[in-house]
């Protein structure tokens, strides 16, 4: 089947939002060593010419999997197909990294599989200035930050300025340091707007031979800091766990079938210490319609769709059209034995008469409870040819195995009292389909809980004290299509296009972005960053709370009062964020910023997280990543941990697992991407099961 990625209504809503934020660039810009074959999609990282390009691309859509907010470069990582890639590059967007291809996915998990077989047969086990210009001679600089650490041998250094020449674009600030030997270097800062808005000069973190001691920044209209001394980031130490602690229960990227195995292997074999709690809203399951191109769709056709989906009985139901062979006939239709046959109008000499346009507003009005049919794009007035028979499917590539009924999501509730007397956390994972390592944290988790609460006093502990809800997949169909169909899909699989929109070149694109639907700080309240566009990755439905898949979530959390802290893991980039995670574009007004008391625990708390994730293999979640959703990464309107804590009261953070890895080579970070070969997902499931771990001692701590 064609898949037309770049169709035209899609082009001109993105390149034209572009190119009316930003200024087109000198002709001759290639994408260097970075390139898709044709008709190739591709996860590429971009150096963006400037803010405002980044800005038009999250307003127009874009399939945006991680940007950059630490200034210096202004980095984007986009799904992108060649001629996407060859677009942007035009209009001056430098391809910096291609981090994965559409096929690596699949080779991935196979790979994972296979590794997961061998290691089994092997017997591996677990182991334990002024607006104008003018009255400014200095202006006045703030460090906002300023926090050293080290990764794998590495030391670096991360900080933040502020200056009142808000609206001097120009100004220059240039950070020093010096190391305990007297060793001294600088590096300059950027300055970073969002939403129009100054926020402060910032840069990527900085390589350092050895700790900083001291630091001061100076900027070009004669500010300067006071000498500050970094501190150690985070600056927290998790426990160690004991000897004979069991842990590594991740040995291969898991399917939703996988996952439902799981859960259901965890019941029978602890059934003291959990519940499986069934969701109340079915999703639509890995279905679509049937449809079939009834034409040449280079010249003229139509599309024809089932109203049903496939595997309900429309799947190999033929179409064809016919010329009946007499003169002055009208354009007729007949089903029979699973055959549609369109007879077309023909004048007095017997041509066949009837136009794309009549056939397909025929067979809609003559089937409306079968089928629905609307022209190819750029077949609109042409002469209906005759052709057929096609076969209509659903385009599903998945094995038998994988069902096509409503899926009924699963979640874990593991502890020692499940009846809501003790504080609850809840973990969930998978809104985004393509975020295959996210429930291998998840599950991760719950293993170690089970698994050592009879042999670990400290997990015993917690889970006396703490109720764990643990949903590993919120959007089932939507994986099942990643693993199967396109890896790159990140929505579920409910289509709410209409109309030519519907074409089934543009299957990838269908769906709702599940972390766009809720109610709180939404795209139906004024809130930025999120699509009324049915083809955009942030689409965000037809209403709040349109979808099963959101609906379980909030679900889950007002049926159990007691849960008061929730942890959303996503992927990837290397990000710990809570709310507000939106704001009104307007002024850049974000939700209500939480209480002073509330905000420090928000931050304690993910100094303590970061921590535990960074002792497992010294992943170090930057300080520039670490805050509210808004501030260090975009304006996501009508995200979960928005109406988590606004709407329930509770404390509600988000991973974004996958940090990127240092290149001491080629002296720079790099994206790991949704699906890594999985050496790189196992590490990412220990580290951050390391840090739920630290979320349930958070949650312990809290109630004293």
């Known amino acids: 089947m064609r898949r037309r990625w770049w169709v035209a209504a899609t082009a001109a809503l993105l390149l034209s939002t572009v190119a009316a934020a930003i200024e087109a660039p000198a002709a001759g810009a290639t994408a260097g060593p970075v390139s898709l074959a044709a008709g190739e999609t591709g996860l590429v990282r971009l150096r ?165 001691t001291q630091v001061s920044a ?29 842990k590594d229960f991740i040995d291969a990227y898991l399917t939703p079938i996988d996952i439902r195995a799981r859960i259901a292997r965890l019941a029978r074999q602890f059934p003291n210490l959990v519940d499986v709690i069934n969701l109340p809203n079915p999703t639509q399951g890995y279905r679509r319609t049937a449809t079939a191109y009834l034409g040449d769709p280079a010249t003229a056709a139509i599309v024809v769709e089932s109203v049903r989906f496939g595997d309900q009985g429309p799947n190999g139901i033929q179409v064809r059209s016919v010329n009946p062979g007499t003169p002055n006939r009208p ?78 999501v699963q979640a874990l509730r593991i502890g020692v009292h499940r009846d809501g007397s003790r504080i609850g956390v809840l973990t969930y994972s998978q809104e985004h ?28 502990t917690l889970l006396e004290n703490v109720d764990v809800f643990v949903l590993p997949t919120v959007n089932p169909d939507g994986a099942n299509y990643s693993f199967n169909d396109f890896n790159f899909q990140r929505k ?42 049915c083809l955009s990755g942030t689409y965000a439905g037809t209403a709040e709370m349109s979808e099963a898949e959101s609906s379980n979530v909030i679900a889950l959390a007002r049926a159990h009062a007691n849960i008061k802290f929730a942890m959303n893991v996503h992927s990837y980039g290397g990000y710990f964020m809570w709310p507000p995670g939106a704001y009104v574009a307007e002024g850049r007004i974000p939700l209500p910023r939480p209480p002073i008391e509330e905000a420090a625990l928000f931050q304690a708390s993910a100094k303590r997280i970061v921590g535990a994730i960074a002792a497992s293999r010294g992943t170090v979640t930057w300080p520039s990543q670490t805050g509210p959703v808004a501030d260090v990464l975009y304006s996501a309107a009508g995200n979960s941990a928005d109406q988590l804590y606004y709407e329930n009261g509770i404390f509600a953070w988000d991973f974004e697992i996958g940090a990127d890895r240092w290149n001491p080579a080629a002296q720079r970070f790099e994206g790991v991407g949704f699906q890594p070969p999985f050496g790189e997902a196992h590490a990412e499931s220990q580290e951050f099961a390391d840090g739920l771990l630290e979320l349930l001692r958070v949650a312990r701590d809290y109630v004293g």
Request: aromatic share 8%; hydrophobic share 40%.
């Open 48 to 212: 963006l010419p400037n803010e405002a390009m980044a800005d038009a691309l999250i307003a127009a859509g874009a399939d945006v999997a991680a940007r950059s907010r630490a200034g210096g470069e202004v980095l984007m990582d986009l799904v992108l197909t060649d001629r996407q890639l060859a677009e942007l590059t035009a209009r001056g967007a430098e391809p910096v990294q291609l981090i994965a291809r559409e096929q690596d996915g699949s080779a991935n998990y196979t790979a994972s599989v296979q590794a997961a077989q061998a290691r089994r047969q092997a017997g591996v086990g677990k182991t334990g200035r002024a607006p104008d210009g003018t009255g400014i001679t200095a202006d006045t600089l703030q460090f906002l930050s300023a926090y050293w650490w080290t990764s794998n041998g590495q030391t670096f250094l991360q900080t933040q300025v502020a200056t009142t020449a808000i609206n001097d674009p120009a100004v220059e600030i240039t950070v020093t340091w010096r190391t305990a030997d007297g060793t001294t270097g600088s590096y300059p800062l950027q300055r970073f707007s969002d939403a129009g808005e100054y926020q402060y000069h910032v840069a990527l973190p900085q390589p350092l031979p050895a700790r900083p």
């Open 218 to 246: 100076a900027s070009s209209l004669g500010g300067s800091t006071r000498v500050v001394t970094p501190a150690l980031w985070p600056g927290t130490t998790p426990p160690a766990p004991p000897a004979g602690y069991q």
């Open 331 to 408: 354009l007729s239709a007949q089903l029979r034995d699973r055959v549609l046959t369109i007879s077309l109008a023909t004048d007095a000499t017997g041509a066949a008469i009837s136009t794309t346009d009549q056939v397909a507003a025929f067979i809609s009005a003559r089937y409306p409870q079968q089928f629905q049919s609307f022209v190819e794009n750029g077949s609109a007035g042409q002469v209906m040819p005759v052709a057929g028979p096609a076969r209509l499917s659903d385009g599903l590539q998945a094995p038998a195995g994988v069902p096509h009924r409503p899926w009924t």
């Open 492 to 533: 579920n699989l409910v289509n709410h296009c209409a109309g030519a929109l519907r074409d089934p070149a543009l299957r990838d694109s269908w769906g709702v972005d599940v972390n766009r639907n809720y109610t709180v700080g939404s795209l139906f309240d004024g809130y930025f960053g999120a699509s009324t566009n």
């Open 433 to 460: 389909a393509r975020e295959w390592a996210t429930p291998l944290v998840t599950l991760e988790f719950a293993e170690r809980l089970l698994a050592n609460y009879a042999t670990d006093a400290e997990t015993r």
